[in-house]
Structures are given as C-alpha cells and as structure tokens.
C-alpha cells in the first residue's frame, strides 16, 4: 500500500531550464508536505515545505505547488543548476504528527 | 555542530549474526526515529522515539529493537540479520511539538549487508 508515489523515478534536464518533479498521495489526512534533498552517501536534507491551508510556496529557485483536490505535488526547479543533481523525495505528514511519509524518490540529473 | 552522527558507516553480517547501528545527535531535539532505504522503496519508518524511555514501532519494526535511555542516543538493534535487512539505514532528529515546519536532521546513514 503506497501511500505516496513518485512516478518517475528519473529526470534529465538541462542546465538553465526548469525541471518539474510530481507526487502523488491517497491520504486525504495529510496536510503537510515536505520535500528533501539528497545526495549519494548523505541523508536526505530538508528543502522545501507547503501546509494544505496553501496551494503555493515559493523559496528562490525552488517552488512547491499543491493541488489538494487532485492529491498532487510538484516542486518546481527553475534555473535548474548542475549542484540540483540529487534524488528527491515528496514526505508529507499531519500536524502534530511526528511521523513523515516519503514517496519513492526521482533521481535529477541537470545536464550541463 | 555534528548534528545526527551514525556509526559505523558501513557494515557486513553473516545471517544469525546481531549487531548495534548507533546513532547520537548534540541538538537536544526529543524526537528521534530510524528508517531504512530500499530500492524502489524510499524511506521507510522502523521504530521512533519521542524522548527519553519512550519508543513507538513504525512501519517496518519486525526483526528491530530500539532504546531510549538518554536524550543523545537512540540505537538501533538487529537481533538475527537476515538478508531482508540488507538496506541502508539512517537515524532522524528533531524537536517535538514544534510542527512539521521543524524538518527531522539526518545522519549520513549506515550501509548493512547482510551475507
């Protein structure tokens, strides 16, 4: 029972362009949504983040857009850089709840 | 800052065999919790703590054991390997009852073979 799906679990983009990452989930409790960061050999790092009261935040280069009656995310990466290379997953989570979700992952590359 | 550290890095087991994945962080956080990367699979929940003598199962528990004597430490321990439990593992921190806008701090992860 997946509860959270990433369905590409790869992404080649080019340097400069905007890459689209999506996830999805079948939770309607969820109500927080997460996204990290990570590198080979490293854990995953903390990117991003959007409450369900939002359909939008906005952090740089790094969007996050949620459509609640679709139970759809997507992160948005634009210009893309060659250091955005990493995988990233979607981790969404309830309020007060300390336990995180996390989809299976897409693997970026930015290709310079 | 060492953050969340997790030792060893790498390990190899022979199946039977038991062993203890340690992990310590130095920010006072309260919440703490294991999970463990499959391929395929993302990250997945296997025990947490939400402070000290206080451990919940997560998704994945079977085959685990955890402990929470002290607010630094959370162990993670393996009674029997098997090769199912090849994966890599990795220990998460964070305050509790501050919302998930506090995102859980990871260690670097411990990579498990089991033979």
């Known amino acids: 029972d997946q509860q959270v799906k990433q369905n590409s679990p790869s992404l080649s983009v080019q340097e400069g362009r905007i890459s689209i990452l999506n996830c999805d989930y079948t939770?309607?409790?969820?109500?927080?949504f997460l996204w990290y960061k990570k590198y080979p050999a490293e854990g995953p790092t903390f990117l991003i983040s959007i409450s369900s009261i939002k359909d939008k935040n906005e952090d740089g280069r790094f969007t996050v857009f949620l459509n609640k009656s679709a139970k759809h995310l997507s992160l948005h990466i634009v210009p893309s850089q060659p250091g955005d290379s990493a995988v990233y997953f979607c981790a969404p989570t309830n309020f007060g709840n300390e336990k995180l979700t996390f989809g299976t992952g897409t693997r970026l590359t930015i290709i310079p | 800052n060492a953050g969340v550290t997790q030792t060893p890095k790498f390990q190899v087991l022979k199946t039977g065999q038991s062993m203890t994945l340690q992990c310590a962080q130095d920010m006072n956080h309260e919440y703490m919790s294991w999970y463990r990367q499959d391929p395929g699979m993302g990250l997945r929940l296997i025990h947490y703590?939400?402070?000290?003598?206080?451990?919940d199962q997560g998704e994945v528990p079977n085959g685990y054991n955890v402990s929470r004597s002290t607010t630094e430490d959370f162990p993670l321990r393996l009674l029997s390997a098997a090769p199912s439990q090849t994966s890599v593992y990795f220990c998460?921190?964070?305050?509790?009852?501050?919302?998930?806008?506090?995102?859980?701090?990871f260690g670097d992860g411990t990579r498990l073979s089991i033979l």
């Open positions: 703590s939400v402070g000290a003598g206080i451990t």
């Open positions: 998460a921190s964070r305050p509790t009852g501050a919302g998930p806008n506090q995102p859980q701090h």
């Open positions: 939770n309607s409790m969820f109500d927080y």
